[in-house]
DNA sequence: TTATATTTTTAGCCTTCCCTAAAAAAATAT
DNA sequence: ATATTTTTTTAGGGAAGGCTAAAAATATAA
């Protein structure tokens, strides 16, 4: 058995291993989790027991084969879940998160497999981070920054980098949404700023704003 | 905050409080809880400092007005969530309770909120029990045993009393689920079986089963 | 009513997960 | 290459929630 706290902890490496497929280091499963470097510690040695780690001291972690497929799962389960509170529930983008993090612990195969059909198979969450499947196998999206698209390109909002609600809330503001249409009518070259075009109203949006922005090429 | 653990304890006084208005026993919320009596003292310790119950040493508890709100949320939640889960995830009726007590501790109002009108607001769990509304009333329920029920009358199944899966399985067997309408065709008063139409066909059940199901009258 | 049985509580201990403070190892700077 | 800083680990402790065994209170029987 696996639990809430355990799976936290390696869903956090999980996360922290992806960029890079170098260790993990203490300190920054910490600072993910908001907790002490010490506890980390401790939580490590128990999952290095529990072979879900691979851990040398001093070293760093990295998840084993059999890690990989929990933290997968619980990613997986996050993410539909995610889904259906704003497809289903008329939850926004920024109200997600906490729910999700508590719905993701539910433990049932039954659970997990209905809700996914009950979804109709979806690939992506609100965010446009790909689910990844029963198998812990999650498709590359190929999706890049607003800010990479040249002028007169049309592509769509597939994400965001910085899912803060402060930044959520400025894109629910100038109706910018998953799947939200978006032109680039002409690119700044001296500040990098952009104008676009949404559902025929035009847009101003600097380099930070274009940066945190994923798209699609349509 | 309410802990998961405390608000299990608080929805066992509560189920154990209804029938009888008298205080609960240490033993039977042991029982109920499949735990020790020592480890209920010590809970009751703690939930009496939190004045969510009423307790005296050697003389049984019963939940404040603060204790039954919270218990008759989490009640409230366990059976909406049943509610969906046959509803929209084709559970089956012995499949939906270890899912829902898990489920039911999940801590979002707006999720509660939204789930109870994606529903469309029911007033029933697939097993007949009443959902309380939010306020924490929930209305009398007028069902009967099927066994009360008087020869040549139509009733439909609206719950059960034992909810054992191997009751629950029987009752899939002989094609009787919620909202099953049946008829009352005789009743034999030596050893009190009766013989029952469903769907045009016949089904000789034994006093043990009929004081099992329940039903209202049509 | 006194003895016996049952129920409830107390005392002491365990595990999980978190913490602080100090020690040890590794990385960085002079 | 040594000194300093940063990172990581160890040591020791706390709260929550569970356990067993023994003591105390209550209920039941003779």
Same mark, same amino acid.
């Given at each position: %058995?696996?639990?809430?706290?355990? $799976? /936290? @902890? ?11 497929? !170098? ?7 910490? $600072? ?6 010490? =506890?980390?510690?401790? %939580? ?6 529990? $072979?879900?780690?691979? @851990?040398?001291?001093?070293? &760093? ?11 997968? *799962? ?20 920024? +109200?997600?998160?906490?729910?999700? +993090?508590?719905? $993701?612990? !539910?433990? =049932?195969?039954?659970?997990?497999? +209905? ?12 965010? &446009? ?7 812990? *196998? ?11 698209? /040249?002028? =007169?390109?049309?592509? =769509?909002?597939? &994400? ?9 809330? @400025?894109?629910?503001?100038?109706? !910018?949404?998953? &799947? ?13 700023? %952009? *104008?676009?075009?949404? /559902? ?8 930070? !704003?274009?940066?945190?922005? @994923?798209?699609?090429? /349509?």
């Amino acid at each position: %058995m696996v639990t809430q706290s355990e $799976e /936290n @902890y390696l869903k956090a490496i999980y996360h922290l291993g992806k960029q890079g497929s !170098i260790a993990v280091s203490t300190n920054a499963i910490a $600072e993910k989790m908001t907790t002490k470097a010490s =506890s980390v510690t401790e %939580m490590l040695k128990k999952l290095a027991e529990k $072979e879900l780690v691979d @851990y040398k001291k001093y070293q &760093g972690v990295s998840l084993t084969k059999k890690g990989k497929t929990i933290a997968a *799962n619980v990613v997986r389960k996050h993410r539909l879940w995610e889904v259906f509170l704003v497809e289903k529930l008329k939850f926004s983008w920024d +109200e997600v998160h906490d729910v999700a +993090e508590q719905l $993701e612990h !539910i433990k =049932s195969q039954k659970l997990i497999d +209905e809700l996914d059909a009950f979804l109709e198979f979806p690939t992506q969450d609100p965010h &446009g981070d790909p689910i990844p499947d029963r198998e812990g *196998n999650l498709q590359k999206s190929q999706k890049i920054f607003l800010s990479q698209v /040249n002028q =007169s390109v049309n592509c =769509s909002c597939v &994400g965001v980098k910085d899912s803060s609600a402060s930044f959520l809330k @400025y894109l629910d503001k100038n109706s !910018i949404a998953l &799947g939200t249409a978006i032109q680039v009518v002409n690119k700044e070259p001296f500040d990098e700023s %952009m *104008n676009i075009k949404i /559902n025929d109203s035009e847009l101003t949006i600097s380099k930070e !704003i274009a940066n945190n922005i @994923y798209v699609k090429l /349509n």
